[in-house]
């Protein structure tokens, strides 16, 4: 019993102490996806930080279950024909922290888990600062080192502090175009995995153990291993198609969600081509998803247009993408310790318009 009483200990500062039984006693889905949520912060010491400082803060009110934003699974499930909406509801689905860009449907012996990854929505911030068309209101440092940080959130070298120590400081427009397509972003992913599970794509025989976290050195572990569903490269494709067509969306809500997945997948490649030159065989590659060019074009060529879609630029997208690669590849051959070391990264020095003063960990911060 003590024993029992030190391990519920080391919850405690991230957790209620009803989420602290469910925890030790799991008996359905949602027990176990807070489980692996609790263990994963506990286990990395950043995170910790992170959820503690928001549990002081929300004292009295604070739930780590509560704290993980599930919008995007919800609003997929709102738009379905009321069939597919009721086979989807019955579902366990909720953020999690991963370096798996795409989402995951585990198994367990509570039923399958829809899952992605909470760092995205950092991964994506920084990285449309990079890609979006700002013209001249960001200086090409800036667009350079948001997309390093970006990179580094994924890679899981970048910590995740970014409630207590945001980088820098954006004018307020940019800040909300770079949010923008997030919800959209999250959505789709959240749709793909639900389009696996409604079109009969995972099979009980056809399983991987997947790590949650990937290890960045030869001499680490990857972190807890766990089952995931397999799939096909072409049930890859089709998922994409199907999380813009399974729901019903209006003309607006269709186009603003294409956007935000052909973006997606702008985001995706650059990681993937980092990922390709660290290692020669990509950390996802036994889930057989085809490439994000691959699932790119296939989107662009498969979904009709919306109104006021422009087709023309969103074929001319990838040159960018291209350029910015080439260069990002060279980076990595040249700074690989930009992208290894763990730590925070910044838009700019110290004292400087996008950055402004130097926040010590520690001392101005938890």
Request: glycine share 4%.
């Amino acid at each position: 019993m003590d024993e029992i009483k030190i391990r519920k200990g080391f919850f405690r500062p991230v957790c209620n102490e009803s989420e602290i039984e469910r925890i030790f006693s799991v008996s359905n889905a949602s027990d176990y996806l807070l489980k692996i949520r609790a263990e994963t912060i506990v286990d990395h010491m950043r995170l910790f930080r992170v959820y503690r400082n928001k549990a002081i803060r929300n004292e009295g009110k604070w739930s780590l279950e509560n704290s993980f934003d599930p919008s995007h699974f919800r609003e997929f499930i709102r738009y379905l024909d009321p069939g597919l909406k009721a086979v989807c509801t019955n579902v366990c689905y909720g953020n999690m922290f991963s370096n798996d860009p795409n989402g995951s449907v585990f198994k367990t012996d509570y039923g399958p888990i829809i899952t992605i990854s909470d760092s995205l929505k950092f991964f994506f911030k920084f990285m449309h600062l990079t890609l979006l068309n700002f013209e001249d209101e960001v200086p090409e440092n800036i667009r350079w080192n948001s997309l390093r940080i970006a990179i580094r959130v994924m890679l899981k070298t970048e910590a995740l502090d970014f409630f207590m120590d945001p980088r820098g400081i954006l004018p307020e427009s940019i800040a909300k175009a770079i949010h923008a397509p997030i919800p959209n972003q999250m959505l789709f992913i959240a749709g793909h995995e639900f389009a696996h599970y409604v079109l009969g794509h995972l099979s009980e025989s056809d399983t991987v153990a997947k790590p949650i976290f990937f290890a960045i050195s030869s001499d680490e572990d990857d972190y807890k291993p766990m089952k995931a569903y397999n799939s096909s490269q072409k049930q890859e494709l089709e998922a994409d198609v199907q999380s813009l067509l399974l729901p019903k969306f209006g003309a607006k809500e269709l186009k603003g969600l294409f956007e935000a997945a052909l973006l997606w997948f702008g985001c995706l490649e650059l990681y993937e081509a980092v990922c390709n030159a660290m290692w020669p065989r990509s950390p996802w590659a036994y889930r057989t998803h085809p490439t994000a060019r691959e699932r790119y074009e296939n989107l662009l060529m498969s979904v009709p247009s919306p109104p006021d879609f422009s087709l023309e630029a969103w074929k001319n997208f990838p040159r960018q993408i291209d350029h910015i690669k080439s260069l990002l590849l060279e980076d990595v051959s040249v700074n690989i310790d930009a992208y290894e070391t763990y730590g925070s990264a910044y838009l700019d020095e110290p004292n400087t318009e996008w950055r402004g003063p130097e926040l010590i960990d520690r001392v101005d911060y938890y």
